[in-house]
């Protein structure tokens, strides 16, 4: 199993300004996730991280505003840019093993975001 | 890409009733199959899962099947108890460049009262 460490847990913030949400996980995993849950809604992959390539985007997300890092194995951060209150939600990392070893995936707290 | 679709969006069942909350996706490549619990206010927790080579899994009171050819997967919860309630989240998995990538479906709400 793995842990992951989401922080900040809530936060709130100017429009215009940008957040940078981290995970850190306690084993070293090959991919994170990153998804948005807005109030009432299912989960919505953004991006995922694989380390030392760029992320892969889902439609409708683009790296501009959803920066992420994956400097190791172990370690992700999500930025959310110049942001607007449709921004705002709950944002969830998330790492999953390979298929046929371990394919429970595991979620960090969530960062419930609110601009103002 | 995939596509997962959930129903009902509500249940609302008495305690000691069963519930039932069924899925359907869209691409036939999609192999994995889990079911998650979200209680208010906190993160997703794995209840159950299913891979594609098997048709039923159980685990105590929930249980899990799966029609690979109809493209559809259900939760079968028996002798629901108020500490079920919360809002369950079937997925698919899909296996791209190397790795699984969970699509979910939009979320069912159960409220068991007692």
Same mark, same amino acid.
């Given at each position: 199993? /793995?842990? +992951? ?15 940078? +949400?981290?995970? #850190?996980?306690?084993?070293?995993? *090959? ?11 299912? =989960?919505?992959?953004?991006? *995922? /991280?694989?380390?030392?390539?760029? /992320? ?35 944002? =969830? ?15 960090? #707290? ?7 | 890409? %995939?596509?997962? %679709? ?18 359907? @996706? ?5 192999? @994995?199959?889990?079911? @998650? ?18 048709? %039923? ?5 929930? !249980? ?5 050819? !109809? ?14 309630? !919360? ?18 479906? !939009? ?8």
């Amino acid at each position: 199993s /793995a842990v +992951i460490s989401q922080k900040p847990s809530r936060d709130i913030c100017q429009r215009g300004t940008s957040l940078t +949400i981290q995970c #850190q996980v306690d084993s070293q995993v *090959t991919m994170m996730f990153w998804y948005r849950q807005q109030p009432g809604q299912s =989960l919505t992959l953004i991006a *995922t /991280a694989n380390q030392g390539s760029e /992320a892969t985007y889902e439609s409708g997300f683009v790296i501009d505003k959803f920066p992420i890092s994956r400097p190791n194995l172990t370690f992700s951060t999500l930025t959310v840019s110049n942001m607007s209150p449709e921004d705002s939600s709950i944002y =969830l990392c998330s790492t999953i093993g390979l298929p046929d070893v371990d394919t429970e995936a595991f979620f960090g #707290q969530g960062t419930r975001l609110t601009v103002v | 890409g %995939e596509n997962v %679709e959930q129903h009902p969006s509500t249940l609302s069942v008495q305690e000691g009733d069963s519930a039932v909350i069924k899925c359907t @996706y869209s691409d036939s490549a999609s192999n @994995y199959f889990p079911w @998650y619990k979200q209680e208010l206010g906190k993160r997703p927790q794995l209840i159950i899962d299913i891979r594609s080579n098997v048709g %039923e899994k159980k685990d105590q009171r929930i !249980a899990v099947t799966l029609n690979k050819t !109809a493209k559809h997967f259900s939760l079968h919860i028996t002798e629901t108890q108020p500490e079920d309630s !919360a809002v369950y989240f079937c997925a698919a998995a899909l296996f791209s460049g190397g790795y699984n990538k969970l699509i979910f479906g !939009a979320g069912t709400r159960l409220a068991v009262h007692p």
